[in-house]
């Protein structure tokens, strides 16, 4: 998770708007801040690969 997303989920105030929103999770993944596009297993696990190969 970048370092704004880490301090967006830890906002006081947006966990005061999830709170009253009664939101319990999100349902976007996110591997080194690319979206996930495709929800499912297979799709992760495709793109953790991709991004293990980017970074050789």
Same mark, same amino acid.
Not at 18 to 41: H, I
């Given at each position: 998770?970048?370092? %704004?997303? +880490? /301090?967006?989920?830890?906002?006081?105030?947006?966990? @005061?708007?999830?709170e009253?929103? %009664?939101? +319990? /999770?999100?349902?976007t993944?996110?591997?080194?801040? @690319?979206?996930?596009?495709?929800?499912?297993?297979?799709?992760?696990?495709?793109?953790?690969?991709?991004?293990?190969?980017?970074?050789?």
């Amino acid at each position: 998770m970048g370092s %704004a997303q +880490r /301090q967006w989920h830890s906002d006081p105030q947006v966990l @005061k708007a999830w709170e009253a929103a %009664a939101v +319990r /999770q999100t349902t976007t993944f996110f591997v080194n801040g @690319k979206p996930l596009l495709s929800f499912g297993a297979q799709p992760l696990i495709d793109l953790v690969k991709a991004e293990i190969e980017q970074s050789k």
